[in-house]
């Protein structure tokens, strides 16, 4: 992580010194992104008690077209691993969630600039599973949600892209049942990211 923020940091700097990339249009360009990041997710319930979730990692990476200048559309998989507890402190296990994310973005396009500010939204199937602290593993459904997200892409050359997004999940509670006792997940939640695109044309 400490590496890829330190190479991320030097392509920034090497291309504030030399001013001559600046954002392009990406219409008819496939593009590939990685990114990481923090996830902030919503409470759940697990046998009538509360659980807190702790603030997890998030990782993952997808594809990104150009339909036209200003409008792209974006498969994105990501995945994301976070404690729970009670109120009291006690562990309550473990949930990870894979986020398979369909989207489009509007993409904002500033002349003479590096910067290509973008916001969008889309539809994203939620595959959960829960460990209990025993080892148990739960049965959960699958959720089904919709996505906010915002966002800028910082073109150190034509093809090469940082990029900094904000992307907001909200989806229905789905059934979780682990041990004989029932409870409710809330796939919803918050996630920051930062990342690298590259585009093949």
């Known amino acids: 992580m400490k590496r890829l923020v330190t190479v991320a940091w030097i392509v920034v700097a090497v291309a504030g010194l030399s001013g001559t990339a600046l954002a392009d249009s990406i219409k008819g360009k496939l593009g590939v992104t990685g990114r990481l990041g923090v996830y902030l997710p ?14 997890g ?11 036209t200048d200003n409008i792209a559309a974006e498969i994105d998989v990501t995945h994301t691993e976070f404690g729970s507890n009670r109120v009291s402190g006690l562990d309550e296990g473990d949930f990870e969630v894979v986020n398979v994310s369909l989207g489009g973005q509007y993409r904002f ?22 460990t209990r602290p025993s080892g148990t593993k739960a049965h959960v459904d699958t959720g089904v949600g919709v996505h906010v997200n915002g966002g800028v892409d910082y073109f150190v050359t034509r093809q090469l892209v940082l990029n900094a997004e904000v992307k907001g999940v909200i989806a229905p509670e789905v ?10 997940f809330d796939p919803s939640g918050v996630a920051g990211t930062v990342g690298v695109r590259f585009f093949f044309n």
């Not at 919503?42 to 603030?55: G, I, N, P, Q």
């Not at 990692?57 to 077209?65: D, E």
């Open 175 to 184: 059934d979780m049942t682990a041990e004989g006792r029932p409870g409710n």
């Open 57 to 67: 990692f998030i990782g993952g990476g997808g594809v990104i077209y150009g339909i």
């Open 109 to 130: 396009l500033l002349p003479q600039s590096k910067f290509v500010p973008y916001a969008g939204g889309g539809l994203d199937i939620l595959l959960i599973d829960y």
């Open 42 to 55: 919503a409470e759940s319930d697990f046998d009538d008690r509360k659980l807190e979730t702790d603030v």
